[in-house]
C-alpha cells in the first residue's frame, strides 16, 4: 500500500486493472485500517477517474456471494447517499410501489452509514429476515415481487473497511459504489446520486453496460427526485432534464422531506406512506421516485401515464399489500 499511497500522493491516477488489484486486496484483509483510511482520504481530495471506479467495482462483484435471479426482469431503486438531507427512505419506500405496480424488486442496502437510517434499518425494524439463501429470495421475489439483500452478507470484503467508514462518518467512494454492487446484477437501475460529478460519472462507467440504468439527480444537491427544484437524468448517454411541473407536481418545501433521527420515526413515516397516510409532499415525492422505477423499465411511457401507475400501486393499497406479504414470509 505504501507504493500505491506515493503513486496517488504525487497527483498519480490508477489504471482500472490497478484499482481492482488494489481493493481486491483490502477485501481480502491485506492491509490496516489506518491504510485503508489513508487510501479513502486520497480520493476525499480528489474526484475518482471512471477508470478507478470500474476497477473498484468489479472487485467487489468478484469478490462477492452473487446470488443467481435470472429468471426475473429485476431492477433495483438505491441511492449513494451521502447528501446530507436526511430525508426519509425515499428509495425503499419506493421500492414496495414498484412492487404493487407489477415489477420485480432486488433492493441492496445496509444500515445507515453517512446517515441516521439505512435501508437495512427499516427492513429490520419491520421484521424482515436477513439471509442470502437463494431459495428464500427468490420464493420472495416470485411470491411478493420484492426481495432484499442486505449488503454485508454478500460482501464479506467489505467488513475490513466497516470499521474505518463507521469511524469517519462521512462518505467515501464506498457510497459511490453500493448501487453499483448489487449482487443479483439486477438489469435495471434507478439510482440517485448526491452530484453532477458522480452523475457523470456513473453515466461514463455504465455506458459500457448491458444493463439499463437511470441516474437521477435532483440539482440542489439531493440523490434522489426531491420535487424541491430541478432534477437532471442520465440514461444510456441521454441527458434530461425535469421540473416538478413536468411529472404534475407543485414544488416540495426541503422540510417536508426530513426522514427523523431514529429508526422508530423512520419506520413511523414509512408505513404513513405505504398506508396511503402520509403528508401529499411526502406521496408527490414517493410517486416521482416510483414514476422514474417504472420509466427505467419502459422509457417509451409517458412520464404522466408512469406516475398514474404508481399512484395506483400506493392508493390501491398494493403497494402495502406486497409488504405485509414479504413480511408474513419471514
Known sequence: MKEVLEYLFEGHSLTQKEAQEVLTRIGQNYFSEIEISSFLTVYQMRRITPEEMAGFRNALLDLCLAV??????????????????NTFNISTISSFVLAGAGFRVVKHGNFGVSGPVGSSNLFEQAGYRFSNDSRKLRREVEEAGITFLHAPLFHPAMKYVA???KT??????????????????PRYQLIGVYSPAVQDLYGQVYR?????????????????????????LLSGGREEFLEPATLGFDPVAPEALAGGKTVAAAASVFMELLSNRATPAQKNVVLANAAAGIRCFRPETSWEACVAAARESLESGKALARFKHLIDMQ
Open 168 to 185: 469517519l462518518r462521512t462518505k467515501t467512494f464506498f457510497n459511490m459504489l453500493g448501487p453499483m454492487i448489487n449482487p443479483a446484477f
Open 208 to 232: 459500457e453496460q448491458g444493463n439499463r440504468c437511470l441516474i437521477v439527480h435532483s440539482l440542489d444537491g439531493y440523490d434522489e427526485i426531491s420535487l424541491t427544484g430541478r432534477v437532471r
Open 163 to 165: 470499521p474505518v467508514r
Open 68 to 85: 443467481d435471479l435470472s429468471d426475473f426482469e429485476t431492477i433495483d431503486v438505491c441511492g449513494t447517499g451521502g447528501d446530507g438531507k
